[in-house]
């Protein structure tokens, strides 16, 4: 056993601080005396130094895993909106090449299958920039609401078919 002079005390410190180990155990790894180690953990705080190397590696590991979850959250959210964006266009290409009168033709299924599909990607694309996805009121830059009104047939095809073409 080796005697409380020649035993490596920076050794016993460090395996000290950077573990859960006792006194007990460590006395068995360097060959020491389990009262010994108590009384330097004692006289030189080493208690404090535990604490403070195991607050240190607990929040450099939170703050690793909390950058992967942020990593990942950032993955699937640009994936979710590149489909929603994809689903967004299928369905516009669908409205747009269709004729009027193929659109009036339409099951109210597959008109009301198109609105739900529309509806769940913006949605998916909100939720993944973080938006909320319960907006029912439409406001202009200044933050009030839009007025509605009588926009003529011929404007409201022009303004479809221009925003339809954004979709492609």
Request: charge should be positive.
């Amino acid at each position: 056993m080796a005697t409380k002079q020649n035993a490596d005390w920076t050794a016993i410190r460090l395996a000290y601080i950077n573990s859960d180990k006792g006194a007990e155990e460590l006395a068995r790894d360097f060959g020491v005396t389990a009262e010994s180690i108590r009384q330097r953990v004692s006289r030189h705080k080493w208690n404090a130094d535990r604490r403070s190397v195991t607050e240190t590696v607990t929040k450099t590991v939170t703050e690793a895993v909390t950058r992967d979850k942020i990593d990942a959250l950032t993955a699937a959210n640009e994936a979710n909106i590149k489909v929603a964006k994809a689903l967004r266009g299928a369905v516009g290409k669908r409205l747009f090449d269709a004729q009027q009168s193929l659109i009036d033709a339409l099951s109210p299924q597959e008109m009301s299958a198109l609105a739900r599909t529309l509806e769940i990607t913006q949605k998916v694309e909100r939720l993944a920039l973080g938006a909320s996805t319960e907006n029912t009121e439409l406001t202009g830059k200044n933050g009030q609401p839009i007025p509605i009104t009588a926009v003529p047939m011929e404007q409201y095809l022009q303004a479809r078919e221009r925003a339809l073409k954004e979709f492609l």
